[in-house]
T-cell receptor, first 112, second 109 residues
């Protein structure tokens, strides 16, 4: 099984550009999450979803948007990229609220 | 003060040594996760526990709910155990996980 697949792995953006980080899982998990990881810091939750059509904000949602039209896909959109969004982004999924977490390999984003 | 504190921040040891990484938290939790992040960046779940002790191979995780403390032990450590080990707690009241900053472990041959 592929598990959780994130694309792209690396991306450089100019200030003000927009882009979408893709995340797909093939485990039929209801719960999906987007995190960002800054150097030396713990992961911060950006958005999460508890099922298709249901999303909610995490700790640091400003500057991001998500959608969940299918169980498999949970894309993260960055609008008007800013240098503060330079980070490593991780998508994760779990079968249920208290379930084991499965992570994608991460997407390293640099905004210049 | 962070709600999840890990210690030590960095740990270097020789191959074969017994390793202990600690995680203390200040909130009520329903579960605690231990995860491993390799230098390439990928994150892998090691344990999820809400009480007692779990063992998988050379890894052992314990939790003391009353003391709000968990430990991750590695027996007979090996250079391939070199990674960042992350503790995260599932808060009682909501869906969110609170993450520790991680412990960077280096095992020298």
């Amino acid at each position: 099984n592929a598990g959780v697949t994130q694309t792209p792995k690396f991306r450089i953006l100019k200030i003000g550009q927009s882009m979408t980080l893709q995340c797909a899982q093939d485990m039929n998990h209801n719960y999906m999450y987007w995190y960002r990881q800054d150097p030396g810091m713990g992961l911060k939750l950006i958005y999460y979803s508890v099922g298709a059509g249901i999303t909610d904000k995490g700790e640091v949602p400003n500057g991001y948007n998500v959608s969940r039209s299918t169980t498999e896909d949970f894309p993260l959109r960055l609008e008007l990229a800013a240098p503060s969004q330079t980070s490593v982004y991780f998508c994760a999924s779990s079968e249920w609220h208290f379930g084991e977490l499965f992570f994608g390999e991460g997407s390293r984003l640099t905004v210049l | 003060k962070n709600e999840v504190e890990q210690s030590p921040q960095n740990l270097t040891a020789q191959e074969g040594e017994f390793i202990t990484i600690n995680c203390s938290y200040s909130v009520g939790i329903s579960a605690l996760h231990w995860l491993q992040q390799h230098p390439g960046g990928g994150i892998v779940s090691l344990f999820m526990l809400s009480s007692g002790k779990k063992k998988h191979g050379r890894l052992i995780a314990t939790i003391n709910i009353q003391e709000k403390h968990s430990s991750l032990h590695i027996t007979a450590s090996h250079p391939r155990d070199s990674a960042v080990y992350i503790c995260a707690v599932r808060v009682d009241s909501n869906y969110q996980l609170i993450w520790g900053a991680g412990t960077k472990l280096i095992i020298k041959p």
